[in-house]
């Protein structure tokens, strides 16, 4: 007896093959407004690799296969050795060749740090726990180059396009990177209650005692530490090998199992005298590690922005392919209307993450450096926050298929958490908002410069308009309502951004939904009015 063949209908085929930065007209057009057409021909060499099967492949095994410690050899000899499965290799490999670690400070020139910037948002969608050690290097730059010797010693090593896995030495290495060590187990964000001690050795350097709670990818050559010096709370460069040829004694005491970003290894370590080499002076640690903070929450925004972008690609896909109810679950009016509404927060985030890359570039424009100072912050807390709904909507579009491991969904919705806790959660970014505005009085000018160009071109921006320069003049807003007021101003930000650049259906359909007052928060309650073909149209161009 002959059994019938079990037949597989109705299912999506997998998103792949497909060049991600074409396919995105939102970021190829904003990669235009800041100065960097020079690099569109190189990502979209990079989209294409992304795109394959294979890449898609290297992201999922990275994480099916996490990084696992190697504490001791087979005779009780410490090693504190990080294995990783070959795709973490082969991803890093690829990174320092396209040179998100460190680019823009190898060859720097106008739009450098945009063009980076669509590069990182491009290779997000791929994998992003790989992006945590390239983010912490790109952030150390600046503050190891204020020191001669290390710039003398370190920088050439670190602006190599290299990817050099190899436990050695940084001097010794054909490229390398840096990591961060801030907090502690007695709290987080509350840096000054940090209790490592660093006491002056008799060779210039000094040596740390204590440990930390959070470690970030303890297999980098380097890292920035925080600890308790004479002269108060200082930052220090503490290398996995010390100046005399042994190994530092930074011990790792386990890696972190954490919700997401299982790809990358996070510790908890000890330092039992490790050696250190002081960055500026004693008691400005936190200036100085903070500087490193700032370039890190840009990687915070366009990280979330690339998981964002992926997670939509993936849902319209899906929604392509996929039949329901006597047609496809694309042309169904409720799922276009959620399509739609995500789609919307897309385009804003891209139009936000590379205006911000954009005031990256403008180091000595006093009014592009206040901008940076103020919407760094800003966006970081709006656009992580609004990562994750979107992670759990477009996880939705795909039903159960969109909540195994096999699928990237599950992974993207248990990514998004992270960078809004990283590098300061959302009550800190608030705060960070407010403080800038008081710190200096120009800081709320140059954001109006900002936002004026769009006026007259909605109603309804408008009037958000009003109320927040109303807000500006009326001074500081209290802590409790900072949340709501940093809300305000990343969305009027947004609203600006794609008034004068967006296609008109985009932009009037992001200011009625998100400023004119009727909008709950959740997604697919745009109104019949929107222009739902032109949103989709641009979602996931795919020739």
């Keep these: 007896m002959t059994w019938p063949t079990h037949t597989v209908t109705n299912q999506a085929p997998p998103l792949q093959d497909y ?43 990275a994480n099916q296969y996490p990084p696992r410690l190697r504490g001791f050899d087979a005779r009780g000899h410490r090693l504190d050795e990080i294995d990783f499965h070959p795709a973490w290799h082969a991803l890093m490999a690829d990174i320092a060749r396209r040179g998100l670690h460190t680019g823009p400070w190898a060859q720097p020139r106008p739009g450098a740090h945009a063009a980076r910037a669509a590069g990182f948002i491009l290779q997000t969608q791929i994998e992003a726990g790989s992006m945590c050690p390239t983010t912490m290097t790109y952030g150390a730059i600046p503050a190891l180059a204020r020191d001669a010797g290390l710039m003398r010693e ?25 990591g961060m060590g ?28 204590g440990h930390k709670w959070f470690f970030s990818a303890p297999q980098c050559d380097a890292h920035l530490v925080l600890a308790q010096a004479p002269g108060g709370l200082s930052c220090f460069f503490v290398p996995r090998w010390a100046p005399d040829g042994s190994r530092n004694p930074v011990l790792i005491q386990r890696l972190k199992d954490k919700l997401g970003n299982r790809s990358n290894a996070s510790s908890e370590v000890e330092f039992q005298g490790a050696w250190g080499h002081l960055l500026g ?41 996929r039949r329901a109810f006597g047609a496809a679950l694309i042309d169904q009016p409720m799922m276009r209307n959620v399509l739609a509404d995500m789609a919307l927060d897309v385009e804003a985030a891209i139009a936000l993450a590379m205006r911000l890359a954009q005031a990256f570039d403008a180091q000595h424009d006093e009014a592009e450096s206040l901008l940076r100072r103020l919407l760094t912050p800003a966006a970081k807390f709006r656009v992580c926050k609004r990562g994750a709904e979107l992670a759990a909507e477009a996880m939705e579009v795909l039903g159960g298929n969109g909540y195994v491991e096999d699928d990237v969904q599950a992974r993207i919705y248990r990514e998004m958490p992270v ?36 006026q007259g071109r909605n109603a309804s921006f408008d009037a958000h308009l009003r109320r927040l320069s109303a807000a500006l003049r009326e001074g500081q807003t209290p802590p409790g309502q900072a949340r709501v007021f940093t809300h305000d101003l990343v969305l009027a930000v947004q609203a600006a951004l794609l008034l004068r650049h967006a296609p008109e259906p985009v932009a009037q359909a992001f200011c009625a939904s998100r400023l004119g007052g009727a909008w709950g928060g959740g997604f697919g309650t745009l109104s019949p009015t929107v222009d739902g073909d032109a949103l989709l149209g641009r979602a996931l161009v795919l020739s």
């Design 182 to 209: 801030m907090t502690e187990k007695q709290g987080g964000s509350d840096l000054r209650s940090n209790a490592t001690r660093a006491e002056p050795d008799a060779i210039g350097g000094y040596r740390l005692t």
């Design 154 to 178: 370190a920088l050439p090593v670190l602006l190599s396009p290299e990817y050099d896995p190899r436990d050695l030495p940084l001097t010794q290495k054909r490229g390398g990177l840096i």
């Design 419 to 454: 960078n809004s806790i990283w590098e300061g959660s959302g009550n800190v970014m608030c705060l960070d908002v407010l403080r800038a505005l008081g710190k200096n009085q120009r800081t709320a000018q140059a954001l109006m410069a900002e936002l004026e160009p769009a």
């Design 281 to 321: 002076e004693e008691g400005r640690g936190i200036p100085t590690i903070l500087e490193m903070g700032t370039y890190t929450r840009l990687d915070c925004v366009l990280g979330t922005t690339g998981l964002m972008r992926q997670a939509l690609s993936q849902a319209v896909h899906y929604a392509r392919h």
């Design 19 to 61: 060049n991600l930065f074409t396919a995105d007209p939102a970021l190829r057009e904003a990669l235009e407004r800041a100065d960097a057409a020079w690099a569109a021909a190189g990502l979209v060499r990079q989209g294409e690799d992304l795109g394959t099967a294979a890449s898609f492949a290297q992201g999922h095994l």
